[in-house]
């Protein structure tokens, strides 16, 4: 299914193709929502998705208004990012709610993202803390020039041991390790049950063994 249009302004990912694969939406038990990372496309991530699929798995991926979610850096301050994050943020909301509206329970939706992708994934579910599928940050991190966990934590809700993956290089020239193990622990404090993996000289990409362990934290969405 793609849904087109093209609104800009303040909001300007909503409105864009969503493209969804896997199982339909009708007929399945769990979703992945996909976010694609600067410069690429909701059909790129979904053939990414394929790799991990399980058959009563919906992949539902949101497109960037121009292929890129935000403009500069996630480490620039956040109102640098504006108004491109926020409705980022939304875009996966809106894919979250697709998955909703189908009878499917939000604790059996994971969102998954690459890149600037995976930054605004940990974003959302640190921000929207309750029960997910699960979280799957490949090389990303959460948004802003420093990370003040005081930001996340002052809620009443939190992630309920939502299984959280986050994978990233350790020579990775847009990803900080450091940030990496920030978010980590945001997220650790939020109750997420945390799986982090750095990869000595990976660069910017997704290896196997992260795709692999991903794979087998859809078969566990299923199982439950």
């Not at 939406?25 to 694609?36: K, R, S, T």
């Not at 960037?64 to 500069?72: H, I, K, L, S």
């Not at 003040?148 to 002052?154: G, I, S, T």
Request: charged share 25%; glycine share 12%.
């Amino acid at each position: 299914m793609n849904r087109g249009g093209g609104h800009q302004g303040e909001n300007p990912h909503q409105g864009q193709e969503l493209v969804t694969a896997g199982t339909d939406l009708a007929d399945a038990e769990a979703a992945i929502v996909l976010v694609h990372g600067r410069g690429a496309t909701a059909r790129s991530i979904v053939q990414m998705g394929e790799e991990i699929h399980r058959e009563g798995v919906a992949l539902l991926a949101p497109q960037a208004a121009r292929r890129t979610w935000y403009p500069n850096s996630f480490l620039e301050p956040v109102e640098k990012n504006e108004p491109g994050r926020s409705s980022g943020l939304q875009a996966i909301e809106d894919a979250i709610g697709e998955a909703n509206d189908a009878g499917i329970p939000t604790d059996r939706i994971m969102v998954l993202g690459f890149s600037q992708g995976a930054c605004l994934s940990s974003e959302y579910v640190a921000r929207n803390p309750q029960r997910y599928g699960g979280l799957v940050a490949f090389s990303g991190g959460l948004i802003g020039q420093a990370i003040d966990p005081d930001d996340y934590l002052d809620v009443e809700s939190d992630l309920e041991n939502t299984p959280a993956f986050l994978g990233c290089s350790d020579s990775d020239p847009h990803i900080p390790e450091e940030r990496v193990h920030e978010t980590a622990d945001v997220l650790e404090e939020l109750n997420a049950d945390v799986t982090t993996r750095i990869y000595e000289g990976m660069g910017h990409g997704v290896n196997e063994d992260e795709l692999a362990f991903v794979g087998e934290m859809v078969a566990d969405l299923l199982s439950r």
